[in-house]
């Protein structure tokens, strides 16, 4: 008998769609079925029972047992941001691609998706690709080796697998972000013990040492790194030694330094959250993606991955030229930082193109980055899209092309519907969250829209996220 927040030890047979490895406990009753996420099929784990169903029940991983005969040795420390990167790349893609089509064949209701299946557009990169990295301090550090729990400790790396309080030491490189980097963070960590300051102690909220983060450009091949403390102890944070250590291990590689001093308890590194004062060099990065510059600040929204979103765009741009007519108009909603709309500027003769979101510094950062780029008859609007979509009828019948790149969450329905009534011919749709998108998919499919094309992107390899590009067409048309 099953029960909740039992431990079992498990052996992974096959694979569902989000990394849940499914494992079946047998008896004369018959077949229970649990999932566990982030395991791989052939593993042995031992996982925690979360929630209990009738048949099923679904557990959080504790830890790898033993690995998959599939696994291979590599030269990089395991996290838990990239469970399967002992799984060799192809693995990876071919169960990526059958458990996401079993989703548009659950959730969306189509039949045979692989009628309409376009094609995988695999990383052109799958070590060090991530341009974006985020690192915790905690005086609670977990010790994967011996599994031991110290505490008073100073710890820098990335939290454990299932918990907010401990943190791993990054003692080499994760295989994901910038190689000299986390190799020479390991000394950084050892620099700044020696202020006699605390790591921040997530259950109590107190310390100083809390984040760091670092942006990388691969256009600059430049490093953008923003420390975050608290308030308390500062006199003894000799900024100085901070940056003399970053320029003589970086040399020109290190683009600036900033520092946020964060006393809110809330465990977040953004800026806003803070008093914050750049230490040394630039405050921004610029990286190019299909010719075009962009500027990108420590908050600013970019695609972590850019040498893959390079080809998500190149499809997705690829769909919207396919169907977009010269003069029309195009409307980009959940725009970020304008990206998309720039890249189709490039290739679409199009009258106008309007660009929504509802983050103000990434329209912000739109509207400079075109003026940068130097195009026009292009128009950013930082709204909320089902209130923008409200507040201008005059849209209405008016679309030629609509693009849409929600947030994980999806649409709401509300302003699905709205972006459905401003009856545009085609619907180029990418989604971080397929099963979203399936969802939608239903939904579009009653009120006259019809996907006509699917393809998938592998932006982050090692994990279990992939990234779905749709084209809907009108069917009335």
Request: net charge neutral; glycine share 6%; aromatic share 10%.
């Amino acid at each position: 008998m099953v029960h909740r927040g039992q431990i079992l030890d498990l052996e992974i047979e096959n694979l569902a769609f989000g990394g849940q490895g499914i494992a079946r406990l047998r008896s004369e009753e018959g077949e229970f079925v649990l999932f566990i996420e982030n395991t791989f099929p052939g593993q042995i784990v031992r996982a925690k029972v979360e929630k209990k169903r009738k048949r099923h029940g679904e557990c959080k991983l504790i830890e790898v047992l033993q690995r998959s005969p599939l696994e291979v040795s590599l030269p990089y420390q395991e996290i838990s941001g990239a469970p399967y990167i002992f799984v060799p790349i192809e693995k990876q893609q071919e169960y990526k691609k059958s458990t996401t089509l079993d989703v548009y064949r659950k959730i969306g209701n189509i039949k045979d998706p692989s009628a309409i299946f376009d094609e995988f557009i695999a990383s052109p990169e799958v070590f060090f690709y991530r341009n974006k990295m985020e690192y915790s301090f905690s005086c609670i550090e977990h010790v994967p080796e011996t599994g031991e729990e110290l505490d008073d400790a100073f710890a820098l790396g990335f939290k454990r697998r299932g918990t907010w309080w401990k943190v791993e030491n990054l003692n080499k490189p994760s295989g994901l972000f910038d190689e000299q980097w986390e190799t020479i963070l390991i000394e950084f960590r050892e620099l700044l013990k020696t202020f006699g300051l605390p790591a921040w102690h997530p259950p109590k909220k107190e310390g100083f040492f809390r984040h760091i983060v670092v942006r990388k450009s691969f256009d600059q091949d430049q490093l953008l790194i923003h420390i975050v403390t608290s308030s308390k102890g500062i006199k003894r944070f000799d900024t100085d030694k901070v940056v003399a250590f970053l320029q003589e291990k970086l040399g020109k590689r290190l683009a600036g330094c900033w520092h946020t001093i964060n006393d809110n308890v809330a465990d977040r590194a953004k800026i806003e959250n803070g008093t914050s004062k750049l230490l040394v060099g630039n405050a921004v990065v610029v990286e190019k993606m299909l010719g075009l510059s962009f500027e990108i600040s420590m908050e600013s929204f970019f695609q972590t991955n850019p040498k893959s979103a390079e080809r998500l765009y190149t499809k997705a741009i690829d769909y919207v030229c396919e169907n977009a007519k010269e003069n029309g108009v195009i409307m980009d909603l959940f725009c970020g930082t304008g990206t998309i709309g720039q890249l189709i500027a490039q290739r679409v003769q199009a009258s106008e193109i309007i660009g929504v979101d509802i983050v103000e510094e990434a329209i912000e950062d739109a509207k400079r980055n075109a003026k940068t780029n130097q195009l026009e008859h292009l128009h950013f609007f930082a709204a909320d899209v089902g209130k923008f979509l409200s507040l201008h009828p005059e849209y209405q019948g008016r679309i030629d092309s609509i693009v849409l790149d929600p947030p994980r969450a999806g649409i709401a329905p509300k302003t699905l519907l709205k972006v459905m009534a401003l009856g545009a011919k085609h619907i180029v749709y990418i989604s971080c969250n397929p099963s979203t998108q399936a969802r939608d998919t239903e939904t579009m499919e009653k009120h006259g829209y019809k996907m006509t094309k699917l393809s998938f992107v592998d932006q982050f390899p090692h994990t279990s996220h992939i990234e779905a590009i749709a084209v809907y067409e009108k069917s009335s048309f």
